[in-house]
């Protein structure tokens, strides 16, 4: 899955760490997300969506886009 965390959390000026820390994760489990080594769990998403005040399907795109109707 594609992801946009590390340039947003670039615009921000944050570093893993910090970014981390404001979701209660660990540092490595955001580089595992950044690098798409990790999907995070349906909470996660958002709880990041919220962060950074966007819908999660603008921060992760699975690569289905235009599919709605089923297939």
Same mark, same amino acid.
């Given at each position: @899955?594609?992801? /946009? *965390?590390? +340039? &947003?959390?670039? @615009?921000?000026?944050? $570093? /893993? #760490?910090? %970014?981390?820390?404001? %979701?209660? +994760?660990?540092? /490595?489990?955001?580089? #595992?997300?950044?690098?798409?080594?990790?999907?995070? $769990? %349906?909470? *996660?998403?958002?709880? &990041?969506?919220r &962060?950074?005040?966007?819908?999660?399907?603008?921060?992760?795109? =699975?690569?289905?886009?235009?599919? =709605? =109707?089923?297939?």
């Amino acid at each position: @899955m594609n992801n /946009q *965390l590390k +340039v &947003l959390r670039a @615009m921000r000026n944050w $570093s /893993q #760490a910090e %970014l981390a820390d404001r %979701l209660d +994760v660990s540092r /490595q489990a955001v580089n #595992a997300i950044e690098t798409g080594k990790y999907d995070p $769990s %349906l909470p *996660l998403a958002f709880k &990041l969506a919220r &962060l950074f005040a966007m819908p999660i399907e603008e921060i992760f795109d =699975d690569g289905h886009e235009g599919h =709605d =109707d089923g297939r």
